[in-house]
């Protein structure tokens, strides 16, 4: 998506939230390669700046530093 990341209600299907960068939301990048969900439910998103670890809690994603 070139759009941030879209939530959606399972049932209504209707528009939940939006995550898109430069709001509060902490998403370093509105170009989203992948997302994924480990086997514990975190939710990762590989975006055009990097990788980044949604925390549900806060409801924000944090970006993630790798070592060079």
Known sequence: SYQG?????KQTLKLKKKFK???NSGLAHNTVITLYQSSKGEL???TKE????FDEKLQKFHTITLPK
């Not at 990341?5 to 209600?9: E, H, L, S, T």
Request: aromatic share 14%; no cysteine.
């Open 5 to 9: 990341i879209q939530v959606f209600d």
């Open 21 to 23: 960068a430069g709001d």
């Open 44 to 46: 990762w998103a590989g």
């Open 50 to 53: 990097g990788l980044q670890k």
